[in-house]
Every structure is written in structure tokens, then in C-alpha cells.
């Protein structure tokens, strides 16, 4: 008795799950912000390469797609006011971690950044030198940071970067 009244109250559920997946709603809109199949060193080198000629700190953003944190840091962060922080003061390059799974050599390279949650980010020297790194899980609450935590949080990494000459 049960069961016939349970199975079409299931059906129901899953079709109308299934309509919703699929007209677009509950899924992020536009492309995911990490590329998964980019060349993450080639990536970083680039970014390292473009620091230097602007004299500019690089900004190494590590996350994933399916991070709920990382994609509000990636929308905050092309808001007016953080995009115009970010392009004054670094330059930026995105790197996926998949689940744990891709670009480890990098995350270990910088420090493991990623050890207490992504987002992580870790800011690079125009010699290459790390001058900063999440270690902590600074950016693990974007959503909650909101777009001004987020301003603030880059801000102060800024201006405690060395000054550029």
C-alpha cells in the first residue's frame, strides 16, 4: 500500500530534479571559472613571465570548479571594484586542483597552500619568490566573505607585498 503511493511521489521528485538539471537552474552560469584541461605550468611560467615585465607580484589562484568558495571568489573577483585591484596590483593566474588529483607538483611547489581547503592563493615575486600564501584556509569561505571581505583580504595582501621598484 505504501509503496504505490511512494513510487509515483519518487517519480515525480526525480523527474522534476531532472527538468530542473536540465533547463539550467541550480547549475552555475557561464563557463567554470578553472580551466581542466589547461597546461597549469605552462600557465604559471606565463603569468611568472608577465609579473616580471610589469614588475607586478604574480597571483596564483588554486581551486576547482565543482568548489563552491572557489567559483564566489572568481565572481567576486570580476566585480568593478576587486577586478580593478587585481589588474593594479597582481597578475593572475587560475589553477585547477580537481578533486585533490591535478597540479599537486604546484600546489607542493608553493607550499602546499591547498592543505586546509581551497580556495588558496599564493603570491609570487617578480623573481619568483613566494611572498604569501593561504596556509590556513583564508579564502575556504568566500561565499561568506562576501565581495568586500574578499577587496579587503586581497588589499592587505597588497600592501604588505614589497614595494614594487
Known sequence: M????????AAVLLLGGAAL????VGRPAGPPP????????KDVAQA?????????????????????????????LKTTRNAELM??????????????????????QYGNPTKKGIPAAVLVSPAGEVIYSTRAGELSNARRMGD????E????????????S
Do not use: H, M
Open 21 to 24: 538539471w536540465f533547463s539550467g
Open 153 to 164: 583580504f586581497f588589499r592587505k595582501v597588497a600592501e604588505n607585498a614589497p614595494a614594487k
Open 34 to 41: 578553472y580551466d581542466e584541461a589547461a597546461d597549469a605550468r
Open 2 to 9: 505504501k509503496l504505490r503511493i511512494l513510487a509515483p511521489i
Open 87 to 108: 589588474a593594479k596590483e597582481f597578475v593572475t593566474v587560475k589553477v585547477d586542483v580537481g578533486n585533490f588529483n591535478r597540479n599537486l607538483d604546484l600546489t607542493t
Open 48 to 76: 611568472l613571465a608577465s609579473a616580471r615585465a610589469a614588475n607586478l607580484p604574480a597571483l596564483v589562484i588554486f581551486g576547482a570548479n565543482w568548489c563552491e568558495d572557489c567559483r564566489a571568489l572568481d565572481k567576486s
Open 148 to 151: 568586500s571581505g574578499i577587496f
